[in-house]
């Protein structure tokens, strides 16, 4: 029985997906969600720099995405995703 409970918990499973990529006018565009189709909308999303200050935070839209402007230098974008589901992205991760 504690097998069976074990499967269920890892079919309703769910991790979460970012996906960024620099936008014209150093403008960053961030797809959230997670793995089995739910939405992210509502979710915080922080930029932060290395020493990890918050420099910018915003939600994730109806539409899944957050844009921001890039600030100068590295930084990382924080999608919180709930209990245990962040996912961090390195600047040096984010291309065009």
Not at 61 to 84: C, E, I, R
């Amino acid at each position: 029985m504690a097998g069976t409970l074990l499967l269920c918990q890892t079919a309703l499973a769910h991790g979460p997906v970012l996906d960024c990529y620099i936008e014209r006018d150093d403008q960053v565009k961030c797809e959230a969600g997670f793995t089995d189709g739910s939405s992210a909308a509502g979710r915080k999303i922080h930029i932060q720099n290395p020493s990890d200050k918050v420099l910018l935070e915003g939600e994730v839209g109806k539409d899944n995405t957050y844009t921001f402007q890039a600030p100068t230098g590295n930084y990382s974008v924080v999608f919180l995703g709930g209990a245990g589901h962040d996912v961090t992205i390195q600047s040096s991760d984010i291309s065009r």
